[in-house]
């Protein structure tokens, strides 16, 4: 028995030091998403059902947060042919490999063949590639840019801004959608839309105008099958993928939309979970980058938790 308990002595002896530097050691940093999801609801923001679309696939619903903000005669222009029912019946019919793809009317140019604009769309807008940046809040990123001399958020969008000038745009992400336009600046009415699949294209950025991103579905996007080089047009109208309609959330009854809710740039969950991601610290990274690009932060989405 003796023996016994001097075994047991000489254990406790041996693990009490490693328990006390366990105590000792500092905390286990938290993982990007851990600082999201342990995040309070006043860092959320409900998704404005007056600003979103939804296009409807054969595959599913993509949901497209608009950005008036930026592009508000696009947007409103957008909103019209919505409500007309414009892209109800027509296609995606570009796919371009690490790129974008694009949809609309693609028989629009043909003499006799272009699907009628709804009434109250405008045919002349002024292009929108760049917004004074005067009494906007700019959640800035202290990374260092190649194509911005700062970038950062704002309205909840990744941007561009260049502080002598005065102006911010919108940066072409994975997700962001664009109006798509001829050689002429303000050709672009926001009839034909194309969203980034690929590597960001940020050489586009403050040459189109740019009016949302996707905040739901990309996946049903980025799987549609790539058209034929050198622009992914489909030549074989068949291959085409069909839109079953685009609406304005506001009008979908409530009972049929789909309740989202993106996390805000300018609230601590956010900063904190991109510096996570900025100095990675867990078993895999075996060095920190200490950078983050723009486009690489993603703006996280939630469905609401019930209440």
């Not at 409900?46 to 930026?70: H, K, Q, S, W």
């Not at 194309?194 to 905040?215: E, K, N, S």
């Not at 920190?288 to 993603?298: E, F, N, Q, S, Y």
Request: proline letters at 10%; a neutral charge; hydrophobic letters at 40%.
């Amino acid at each position: 028995m003796r023996l016994a308990l001097l075994a047991l002595a000489l254990a406790a002896a041996v693990i009490a030091p490693a328990v006390a530097q366990d105590a000792g050691a500092p905390p286990k940093p938290r993982t990007a998403q851990e600082i999201i999801d342990a995040a309070p609801a006043s860092a959320w923001r409900d998704l404005d059902p007056a600003n979103t679309l939804y296009m409807e696939l054969a595959t599913g619903r993509v949901i497209i947060e608009l950005a008036p903000g930026f592009a508000p005669e696009h947007v409103a222009n957008i909103k019209t042919m919505a409500k007309g029912g414009f892209w109800d019946g027509l296609t995606i019919y570009r796919s371009q490999d690490n790129f974008v793809v694009q949809f609309g009317d693609a028989e629009g140019e043909e003499a006799g063949k272009a699907k009628p604009y709804p009434a109250g769309t405008k045919t002349h807008l002024p292009a929108e590639f760049t917004r004074s940046d005067a009494g906007v809040r700019f959640d800035r990123l202290p990374d260092v840019d190649g194509w911005a001399p700062q970038v950062g958020f704002a309205d909840g969008f990744p941007v561009g801004r260049n502080p002598q000038t005065g102006r911010m745009w919108m940066a072409h992400c994975y997700g962001v959608v664009g109006a798509g336009r001829n050689n002429a600046p303000d050709s672009s009415i926001g009839a034909e839309l194309y969203a980034v699949i690929g590597q960001a294209p940020r050489a586009l950025d403050h040459q189109l105008t740019v009016v949302g991103r996707v905040v739901q579905g990309m996946e049903l996007l980025s799987v549609i099958p790539r058209g034929p080089a050198p622009m992914g047009f489909y030549t074989d109208p068949a291959l085409r993928t069909p839109i079953l309609s685009v609406k304005l959330a506001s009008d979908v009854p409530a009972a049929q939309r789909t309740p989202l809710q993106l996390l805000r740039t300018d609230s601590q969950a956010f900063i904190d979970a991109t510096e996570a991601r900025r100095n990675r610290k867990d078993d895999f990274y075996t060095q920190p980058p200490g950078h983050i690009d723009l486009c690489g932060v993603p703006l996280p989405v939630r469905t609401p938790p019930a209440r």
